[in-house]
């Protein structure tokens, strides 16, 4: 109805401001602006949450209808797709017009937008937070985790028995006799984080202090090419690109669908891509370590948190506390991060009941302390997409191309990218 | 006193435009051109540096924005002969009086109706599925394979998206131009006893100036400013052998965090981009015949 | 003889044309499948035909507002910049000095730019607005269009500029001797004379404001307000597309515009013919 209003007030301002003109008489264009609405008073005010994850937009749609009818309190929650969620948040922030409530994936991310995070140190739902799932910035608690997620080899169990995986070698023994049957053995995918970000990954975890490792290779202190990890890394790589089929003609649609129909036998994915298998026959499904020097653990971790804009108006804050408040400590939001997100909480008051195989995988290992970190996160802005992705496709493109000259050549663009 | 009045005509034809203009375009870059002085990375909240020419400098030693300068104007280059070539040739068919030049006409546009990104992502399945199978079957996989593997190829294939929904695009212009030919001087031409081609040569074609003007401009600025289907067909890859000007700077602002210095390319690409394309439309406006 | 190169070439360019919609072919194909049907193959024809990912995706989309978000932006924005352009690029090229001059090459030249260089500066511009001169420009439908001028605005001046020139100066003179003013000329006279590429410029527009995705998605924040671009971001996530609901929305969102293609081109025929007659 307003539409129709101010369409019919902007269309006839226009008809006038023509005729006015044509009658030769002189106009000045005169924007009619909108009046707000009147302010209710005892609820909280309207807060906004933005967020990247597209697999869970309907799901949040349902939270705040349910929030709505349990409080009286709104949210709005904006919607983008997937890769261009940081622009629009960096044009919002820019135009003063922030959101709320945002998410941020951890380490470089986080520190990017660290100006605008509210201290929720001393709020009663960040009393939850599992032990070393607390993301800290000058000891101040900065965001709440949405979860956790890991990643790993996902295998079919009617092809792998992971007991028999356990090193370089019979990891190539089993690419071979996979390539026998016809099978690819395993599969990495084209878009830059399924490449190289999550698999290479593991010989970072596996350093002693993985942060203070990436560090030192900014500083040019260390080398690739020389840490025992990354060369057997290498020729791990080597022995995908002899005997597994090429990711860089693998789309993460059909890399799941040659899963889900047992023409792989191993992916590198994490739990999320359970999602993916929904539309074919039943697969039974497994994660594993990958199985790197010995690894023996899945790397899991917080994938992202969401903070608080102290940007935003006290009120706002108020209410955004509020809500974080319902979601992790009322009944109703915990049954919503589990039963509706499908989210690994990350929070010890809330129980996971029927998780998915693959998460309930990394939820064990979770339990269990059995993980490695994402040491990915604390890599320089952009360097797998623009410096790590490309060498990685020359790698996979020119079979000459050895391990060590792999390994060189990382550590060259990672010398010259922008930290 | 008459001066004053056609100044005032002036300013009330001109002014309304040129206010809005100025406030989103002009003002924006002017402000932009202040941040390619600027070390800062896009976050407002954070500090902004003034470091002088030092963006500028930095630019120099980029060689991959060097190399991604250059792969732009080659892919302008063959980005602006296809598409003009085919865009003229299909207005040409479309209006002569062919049966089926309305339904064609429509056909040929349609692949305009799909926004970049999207079109990008339906091309991939060609390439990849639909350029296999024909090269596997026809044995001719010399050329059909799947070109977004190959460095060389890669940027071929944008140039076919890019010409494929530009040809329709400039096509509309090209109609519009050749439409606006008056029909008596067609017929003059025949009765002279013209061929078609010297009616196209010597009638057609310096009739269709200010057509070629548009055409040869917008697609040239399309192409030097391209960016969603580089980004959903190649993502700059194979090794960044297709990472186009806009992309660059897109990575490097969104990538690495640098705004400063994605300015700096920007703007040092748009005072070498604006030189050639103004001297263009300089030299195809002055060929253009006043009636 | 001369008939039998005339059907060739009829051949010719229906098979040509329907070379061109292979694209528009995946598109609507895959509209009917499911993932893994997909997967099996993209170019093959659905096993069976359901709307069902029709239904889902306008009900997910939110169609109807979403559909009546852009058609307000689109027109509105359409008008505005039509009547602005025309009005512009006449007395550019009428009144050939060296402002003239430089307003043209601005206004040519800003084309060029990168929108991706602008947009941080533009939303600074525009918070500002909104904060200082209390003009809401951010959320709002009215700000879009404003920013649709001004980003649209330079190529209708460029297409206008062009054209204006086949209109006959001696016309507007024999007005103005009539007692016409400059604005009755422009109206009565010019702005008739140029409908084709008035047209021209309406397609051309109708489809960039209508599919674009970028700058909406940068100045409206609210549900309510979504355009149908924007509204279509549910299937597309960040490693992965829900083909079957991306490609029914996308057909949704594309046939209001050929419709429009195809009232508007047969205006251009028409436009011209009446002008011959005359």
């Known amino acids: 109805m307003t539409k129709v209003k101010r369409f019919i007030s902007i269309a006839s301002s226009a008809v006038l401001l023509v005729t006015m003109l044509s009658a030769c008489g002189s106009g000045n264009t005169d924007n009619g602006t909108e009046s707000t609405d009147g302010e209710a008073s005892a609820k909280l005010p309207k807060i906004s949450l933005f967020q990247s994850k597209v697999e869970i937009a309907d799901q949040l749609e349902t939270m705040t209808e349910k929030y709505k009818e349990e409080t009286g309190n709104e949210i709005d929650v904006w919607g983008s797709a997937g890769d261009n969620y940081l622009t629009q948040l960096q044009a919002k922030l820019n135009a003063g017009e922030g959101p709320t409530i945002f998410g941020v994936q951890t380490g470089a991310e986080t520190e990017k937008f660290k100006s605008y995070y509210y201290d929720m140190s001393n709020e009663s739902y960040a009393k939850n937070i599992a032990p070393n799932m607390e993301v800290k910035i000058d000891g101040k608690l900065v965001g709440v985790p949405t979860g956790v997620e890991g990643f790993g080899l996902v295998y079919n169990k009617k092809l792998v028995d992971p007991a028999k995986i356990t090193d370089l070698a019979s990891f190539r023994t089993f690419l071979q006799d996979m390539k026998a049957k016809d099978i690819n053995g395993f599969s990495l995918s084209q878009e830059a984080y399924f490449l190289i970000g999550h698999i290479i990954n593991t010989p970072f975890a596996l350093q002693q202090d993985p942060v203070q490792f990436v560090e030192q290779l900014n500083k040019g202190e260390v080398k690739m090419a020389d840490t025992k990890e990354f060369k057997e890394f290498a020729e791990y790589m080597e022995a995908i690109r002899e005997l597994a089929s090429n990711p860089l003609e693998t789309t993460y649609d059909s890399q799941m669908g040659d899963f889900a129909t047992g023409k792989t036998a191993i992916v590198h994915q994490g739990n999320w891509s359970y999602g993916m298998l929904a539309d074919y026959d039943d697969i039974e499904v497994g994660m594993m370590p990958f199985p790197l020097s010995g690894n023996q653990k899945l790397a899991v971790d917080i994938p992202a948190i969401w903070v608080i804009n102290n940007k935003a108006n006290a009120e706002e804050i108020k209410a955004a506390n509020a809500f974080f408040e319902w979601l992790y400590n009322s009944e109703s939001g915990k049954n919503i991060i589990v039963n509706e997100f499908k989210f690994i909480p990350a929070m010890t008051n809330i129980e996971t009941s029927s998780l998915d195989p693959l998460s309930q995988a990394v939820s064990e290992a979770t339990n269990s302390g059995n993980t490695i970190p994402w040491a990915l996160t604390y890599f320089p802005q952009g360097i797998i997409v623009n410096d790590l992705a490309p060498v990685t496709q020359q790698f996979f493109l020119t079979p000459s191309m050895t391990g060590e000259q792999y390994l060189q050549k990382l550590d060259e663009v990672w010398a010259k990218a922008p930290k | 006193m008459k001066a004053i009045k056609n100044r005032g005509w002036y300013a009330l034809f001109t002014l309304p435009l040129l206010l809005i203009f100025s406030t989103v375009v002009l003002i924006p870059f002017a402000i932009g051109i202040w941040y390619s002085f600027i070390s800062w990375d896009g976050i407002p909240a954070n500090p902004k540096v003034f470091v002088g020419f030092d963006n500028y400098v930095q630019i120099f030693q980029d060689d991959r924005f060097l190399k991604s300068a250059w792969l732009t104007i080659k892919f302008t280059f063959f980005a602006l002969i296809i598409v003009n070539v085919l865009g003229l040739a299909l207005s040409l068919l479309v209006t002569s009086k062919l049966r089926t030049s309305n339904l064609a006409r429509t056909l040929f546009f349609m692949p305009n109706l799909i926004g970049g990104l999207i079109l990008g992502y339906i091309w991939k399945f060609i390439f990849t599925d639909v350029f296999k199978y024909v090269g596997q079957n026809a044995g001719i996989d010399n050329v059909f394979f799947n070109w977004l593997l190959n460095p060389e190829y890669a940027l071929y294939a944008i140039v076919v998206v890019f010409a494929w929904q530009m040809a329709g695009y400039t096509m509309i212009i090209y109609i519009a131009g050749i439409q606006g030919i008056p029909d008596d001087l067609m017929e003059a031409a025949k009765v002279d006893g013209a061929n078609a081609w010297h009616k196209l040569t010597k009638i057609v074609f310096p009739l269709l100036m200010p057509s070629f003007t548009i055409c040869l401009f917008l697609t040239l600025s399309g192409a030097f400013k391209i960016f969603d289907v580089n980004l959903s067909l190649t993502g700059g890859g194979p090794i960044n052998s297709t990472e186009m000007f806009a992309m660059n700077i897109f990575n490097e602002i969104f990538g690495y965090s640098r705004y400063g210095i994605g300015q700096a390319k920007a703007i040092i690409f748009f005072v070498l981009v604006a030189a050639v394309t103004l001297v263009q439309v300089y030299i195809t406006k002055k060929k253009e015949v006043q009636m | ?278």
């Open chain 3, 1 to 278: 003889m001369k008939t039998t190169s005339k059907w060739i070439l009829e051949a010719l360019l229906v098979l040509f044309a329907l070379l061109f919609l292979s694209p528009i072919y995946i598109m609507l194909v895959n509209s009917f499948k499911t993932r893994s049907e997909l997967y099996e193959n993209a170019l093959a024809l659905p096993s069976s035909i359901t709307f069902e990912y029709y239904s889902e995706a306008m009900d997910k989309m939110n169609f109807l507002t979403a559909f009546g978000n852009s058609l307000f932006v689109t027109l509105v924005s359409l008008v505005f910049i039509v009547v602005l352009a025309a009005m512009t690029a006449w007395m550019l090229v009428r009144t050939d000095n060296k402002l003239s001059q430089i307003i043209f090459m601005v206004l040519v030249s800003t084309m060029l730019i990168p929108f991706q260089t602008l947009m941080m500066p533009l939303m600074q511009v525009m918070g500002w607005i909104g904060d200082t001169l209390r003009i809401p420009m951010l959320n709002t439908h009215g700000g879009l269009i404003f920013m649709n001028i001004g980003f649209h605005a330079s190529m209708a001046v460029f297409l206008y500029h062009g054209f204006i020139k086949s209109v006959p100066v001696a016309l507007e003179e024999a007005a103005t001797l009539d007692g016409c003013t400059k604005f009755g000329v422009f109206w009565r006279i010019v702005f008739p004379m140029l409908k084709t590429i008035t047209i021209t410029i309406a397609i051309l527009d109708v489809i960039m404001m209508w599919n674009d995705y970028l700058l909406p998605s940068l100045t409206l924040s609210d549900k309510s307000l979504r355009t149908i671009p924007l509204s279509t971001f549910y299937f597309f996530g960040e490693f992965t597309i829900v083909w079957n609901l991306a490609m029914a929305g996308l057909t949704l969102s594309i046939i209001p515009v050929v419709i429009f293609y195809f009232v508007a081109q047969k205006h251009i025929i028409k436009g011209v013919a009446e002008g011959a007659v005359k």
